[in-house]
Nanobody, 111 residues
């Protein structure tokens, strides 16, 4: 199983980023995919998940209405569209599938 995140960077508060999570080595289309984040000095926390069975999505209250998770099974890639970014969204973002983690991608919202 391999998960590779990309798309992080530095953005001003109020800006947008789209993260990607490319999966390989497992049945991507039949796996739930989750995004998590970890800020300095804090525990890793849930951000969003998309289920394989019906495409339903769930979000942490802190990102609901601002972030959108999606998946493209043909490309074995999941996405996290992040809008209206806030300084408190600053963290390393990880994707997860079948209990495996990617290496993470840094997102910094700062002026």
């Amino acid at each position: 199983v391999q998960l590779v995140e990309s798309g992080g960077g530095l953005v001003q508060p109020g800006g947008s980023l789209r993260l990607s999570c490319a999966g390989s080595g497992f049945a991507f289309s039949r796996s739930n995919i989750g995004w998590f984040r970890q800020a300095p000095g804090k525990e890793r926390e849930f951000v969003a998940t998309v289920y394989w069975s019906d495409g339903s999505t769930y979000y942490a209250d802190s990102v609901k209405g601002r972030f959108t998770i999606s998946r493209d099974n043909a490309k074995t890639t999941a996405y996290l569209q992040m809008n209206s970014l806030k300084p408190e969204d600053t963290a390393v973002y990880y994707c997860n599938a079948l209990g495996y983690w990617g290496q993470g991608t840094q997102v910094t919202a700062s002026s």
